[in-house]
């Protein structure tokens, strides 16, 4: 099995919090992983280390290539406010490729087209990203990180709050690329997605709780232990 990316010993946080605590994991490529785990036991933190944007204070992250991965973050507050139509948005996915300042090629332009149509978002190419409802803004996101084209594409919590055809949709699209060769890791609270991941991490206050099959390691006792749910009698 190739390994996308190897963390070993990665410790990492912000300015006065200690959050990952000597992570010692891998996501297998070409697959999807999901990353679960309680409110705050360091999802996002752990995307943003693979993605390069929270710098590690102990340990080393290996990525099989030197490709920029795709990160889609929470839906994003900073971008709700800029004037961006959603193919503006979905555009924005093609400046590694092109640089800031070039115009788009034809090809950029098919990827967009491509992705947004992917995504069911084709109609509302030409509406402001700010005035989009959360699943639709939700939509536009996703397109631009496949308009990307990284060969990891990262995305936190893709699907909270949509309704269960929009969930329904973006998971498809998510299963698809991952079989055209994509590594694909999501952080979820969804663990019927996480049970249809390849590959599962389970992360408690900074630490890795658990890794592997989805099926072996989510268990109705694993769950109540991970959440701390009482013991049904
Ligand atoms: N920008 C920040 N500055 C300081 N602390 C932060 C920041 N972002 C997150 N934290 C803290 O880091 C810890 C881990 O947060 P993180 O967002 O990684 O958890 P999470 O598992 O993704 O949570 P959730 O399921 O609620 O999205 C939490 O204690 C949180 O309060």
């Not at 193919?87 to 098919?110: F, I, N, P």
Request: glycine share 12%.
């Amino acid at each position: 099995m190739q390994r996308q990316v190897g963390l070993d010993g990665v410790s990492a946080g912000y300015a006065n919090r200690a959050v990952l605590d000597q992570l010692t994991l891998h996501i297998p490529a070409f697959t999807a992983t999901a990353v679960v785990g309680p409110n705050g036991s360091g999802k996002s933190t752990l995307l943003g280390v693979i993605a390069g944007v929270i710098r590690t204070t102990a340990g080393e992250v290996e990525h099989r290539t030197d490709r920029r991965p795709a990160f889609v973050t929470q839906r994003s507050r900073a971008a709700d406010m800029l004037p961006l139509t959603v193919r503006d948005a979905v555009a924005m996915g093609r400046w590694g490729h092109r640089g800031l300042c070039r115009r788009l090629s034809r090809r950029d332009r098919e990827v967009v087209e491509g992705s947004m149509e992917r995504l069911g978002i084709g109609s509302l190419a030409r509406r402001q990203l700010g005035e989009l409802s959360g699943g639709q803004r939700q939509r536009a996101l996703v397109a631009q990180g496949l308009a990307q084209e990284a060969d990891l594409l990262l995305l936190d919590e893709p699907t909270t709050g949509l309704d269960a055809t929009a969930q329904r949709l973006i998971a498809d699209v998510l299963a698809e690329v991952t079989r055209e060769g994509v590594t694909v890791v999501q952080a979820t609270h969804d663990l019927g997605a996480a049970r249809a991941a390849g590959h599962l991490l389970v992360l408690q206050e900074g630490r890795l709780w658990g890794e592997g099959d989805p099926g072996e390691v989510l268990t109705g006792d694993a769950i109540e232990r991970i959440w701390q749910l009482p013991h049904r009698v």
